[in-house]
């Protein structure tokens, strides 16, 4: 491999940032290369030219190294991770736990294990209409949640102090989605979470059968899930400013892009706050991209973020320990 190959291969993912930076989510094209994989969009280059710099030696050694420069500067906001006050009190903080659960249809009982293990105080659940009624399959994981559980549609809260309010906001856009919302008493003081899942991409759908349709879908896409955005942005802004207001869910799209810019601007992502690494939680068995958040208002304090292992369904759990 000799410098220019190098080059052109370093040069991609830089092209895919400035695309995903200035371009975002504004046309069909700039929406493909923003649900690229992450993971793999960064670390592939890098790998592909540190094995030249295995095989080649000093030849293309600083190709490796910039490449790996490049790699963590992309990723930088994620990977470092900016650690917030840990030695806030452990008493004052809410463990917070948003994971879609694919309608239970892969492991209720793993689902349940997590639940237990990581002792949430608040769980925000997406694809789980099937915990509006008891079954084998519901069972276990309504035995392992903390507290009572809020219910609408395909979305569910469960909260240890209970639910002194819930409401939903319909996103009032094509197909027809809505966000949770719960209010909570907490110490004294009141709490607002929600749960909400935003418009998906059909990559399989079109990638395998309708190709030839996949810019028109990319761009209805990208103007549902603003208008979804935007909506729930103007709910939260009826809530009394000093609330503590969390929003969770699936998001279906990534760390780039118009929803993700109109959310940052109003809240805060747990992870990019507290969290370490990419953050990549779907697919589970193997993570390639980021598409489930924890967002919070004004001043709380993030403590920490992390994804959870491999756990009952195609999305891995985020959970975050926030001082509302």
């Not at 000093?242 to 809240?267: A, H, M, W």
Request: glycine share 8%; hydrophobic share 45%.
């Amino acid at each position: 491999m000799g410098p220019i190959l190098a080059g052109l291969i370093l040069t991609a993912p830089l092209l895919a940032y400035l695309l995903e930076t200035f371009g975002a989510e504004d046309g069909w094209f700039t929406m493909l290369v923003t649900y690229l994989p992450q993971g793999p969009l960064t670390l592939g280059p890098m790998a592909i030219v540190c094995f030249a710099a295995w095989r080649r030696r000093w030849k293309v050694l600083c190709a490796a190294s910039a490449s790996l420069l490049l790699a963590l500067h992309l990723c930088g906001p994620c990977w470092r991770g900016a650690r917030t006050d840990s030695n806030a009190d452990e008493a004052a903080s809410v463990r917070v736990l948003t994971f879609n659960l694919k309608e239970g249809n892969e492991d209720p009982e793993r689902i349940a294990h997590l639940i237990r293990e990581t002792d949430p105080d608040i769980c925000a659940f997406q694809e789980a209409k099937f915990l509006r009624t008891w079954s084998p399959k519901s069972k276990p994981i309504l035995l392992a949640l903390p507290g009572r559980l809020a219910t609408f549609e395909n979305l569910a809260i469960a909260s240890r102090w209970g639910v002194r309010r819930q409401w939903t906001t319909d996103y009032q856009t094509p197909t027809h989605r809505w966000a949770l919302f719960a209010e909570i008493d907490w110490q004294g003081k009141t709490l607002v979470v929600a749960s909400t899942h935003l418009n998906p991409v059909h990559w399989d759908r079109f990638l395998l059968g309708e190709i030839g349709k996949l810019p028109d879908h990319l761009r209805v896409c990208g103007r549902i899930r603003l208008a979804q955005a935007e909506s729930m942005i103007a709910e939260t802004a009826k809530i009394d400013p000093k609330t503590p207001v969390i929003l969770c869910g699936d998001f279906n799209g990534p760390p780039q892009g118009r929803v993700y810019q109109k959310l940052s601007s109003e809240f805060k992502d747990a992870f990019r706050e507290a969290g370490a690494g990419f953050g990549l939680t779907i697919p589970s068995s193997l993570p390639l991209t980021r598409l489930d958040y924890v967002w919070v208002r004004g001043t709380s304090l993030v403590r920490s973020c992390s994804v959870s292992p491999a756990s009952g369904s195609d999305h891995r759990a985020l959970l975050a320990q926030i001082v509302p």
